[in-house]
């Protein structure tokens, strides 16, 4: 990161050629990523023993909890630091979805899009999908086929493996392009200092206090070193990469390296890119009533409750790919009857700083779904202990 830096400060044009290294890193990532969640699901579910907990449920539900949670944080931010935009136009093409009951239309059939279509196009909803079913049946093949399967996630994770090993010259190239570009570089941020540190500070006090909250009423003990952990390891190459779908392999590796049960990550990290979308919720929430506010719109406590609601929603809708969340825009400005003309400028100055906000929600997205299997993972261990614990008192 460091050198990314300077040398965009020293020689932009050399930080444009070695961008090049972050380009091919990133579709490396996006490349192995699909194939991947398709196999480690189908593979887990297929060696499933009888019996083995994977502990799917609770780390859903604090999925959906956290998403709620971190909508009703950027309404929080929003109502204390008020934003407002100077709003233009675009000439993007853009096509937004109409309504809350359209994202959720699109959901449905992704969740049975043709399986080869869902590896060329990325659809993680339809991946794991297939892969669950996949699983299910192969869990009654015979043990030669079961190993078979296993074998195959054990290649495919090597290679996943291999590229990350190139991770810091990925990111090294991902920085100095970033930064030396002037049209995207830091210095185009300047006219929207105030709502980037409404954006910002939200998804701050998501990652470093709701999310440490969680765990500890979870786990009882001090969150703050997983948190850290996720942050630097997860959140860093995400905050890159921009795109939790291109992260799924680095969450992996990070689960692993944490020791949790493959059982149950090789599940929740692909689930989570889906679902888990904190940073997509405040950038959808802070951005809306930011428009509310330029346009002179009243919001009330009610009001404000429905918009995280249908901002929750929106976010779990959002493409796992740089800037998916901006498009859910228009269907939580449509509640405030907000024109669809003026809710695309407001995606466009969402694109406009996209470079650092998507960056930010990126990172808090892809952290956040290790943070909550570990907190699970470990919370499950503790139980364990308590009653082998409990077991050997009796005895």
């Known amino acids: 990161m460091l050198a990314g830096i300077i040398l965009a400060l020293v020689s932009p044009n050399a930080a444009q050629a070695v961008g090049l ?29 009888q019996g083995q907990k994977t502990n799917m449920r609770p780390i859903v539900v604090l999925y ?13 931010g929003s109502f204390l630091f008020p934003s407002k935009l100077l709003l233009a136009t675009t000439n993007a093409s853009l096509s937004p979805p109409g309504s809350v009951i359209e994202v959720l239309h699109a959901v449905l059939f992704k ?40 074998d195959l996630s054990y290649g495919i994770t090597f290679i996943v493996r291999l590229v990350i090993r190139f991770a810091p010259i990925g990111i090294f190239g991902l920085v100095a392009a970033t930064l030396s570009d002037p049209e995207t570089g830091f210095s185009a941020f ?9 954006l910002i500070g939200c998804m701050a006090v998501v990652a470093l206090v709701l999310n440490p909250l ?18 630097r ?14 992260n799924i392999p680095v969450n992996m590796t990070l689960c692993k390296k944490l020791k949790l049960k ?31 506010y330029t346009l002179n719109i009243a919001v009330d406590i009610p009001t404000a409750l429905l918009l995280s609601v249908i901002a929750s929603i929106c976010a779990c809708g959002a493409s796992g790919v740089a800037g998916g969340s901006l498009l859910l825009i228009p269907v939580a400005c449509s509640m405030f009857g907000i024109p669809n003309e003026i809710a695309m400028q407001v995606v466009a100055v969402g694109f406009i700083i996209g470079v650092l906000q998507d960056s930010v929600e990126t990172a808090i997205n892809s952290s956040t779904d290790v943070v909550f299997i570990a907190a699970v993972c470990k ?5 364990e202990a308590a009653m082998a614990t409990s077991a050997v008192k009796e005895s």
């Open 64 to 76: 959906l909890i956290g998403t709620f949670a971190a909508a009703l944080i950027a309404v929080l």
């Open 111 to 150: 969740m049975v899009d043709n399986p080869i279509r869902a590896l060329i196009e990325a659809n993680y909803i339809g991946l794991l999908v297939w892969g669950i079913a996949l699983g299910v049946a192969l869990r009654h093949a015979s043990d030669t086929t079961k190993t078979v399967v296993s």
């Open 190 to 198: 300047r006219g929207y200092a105030h709502l980037l540190m409404v």
């Open 214 to 231: 969680i765990v500890f009423i979870i786990t009882r003990q001090n969150p703050y070193p997983l948190v850290f952990t996720c942050l």
């Open 262 to 292: 493959e059982e149950t990550y090789s599940v929740a990290v692909p689930l989570g890119t889906a679902i888990n979308m904190a940073g997509a919720a405040v950038t959808i929430t802070v951005l809306t009533l930011a428009a509310v």
């Open 21 to 49: 290294l972050g380009n091919l890193f990133v579709s490396a990532l996006k490349s192995v990523a699909p194939i991947l969640v398709f196999i480690l699901v189908a593979s887990s579910i297929a060696n499933h023993k």
């Open 379 to 383: 919370a499950e261990e503790q139980k």
């Open 233 to 246: 390891d997860s959140g860093i190459p995400a905050f890159f990469t921009r795109s939790s779908a291109a």
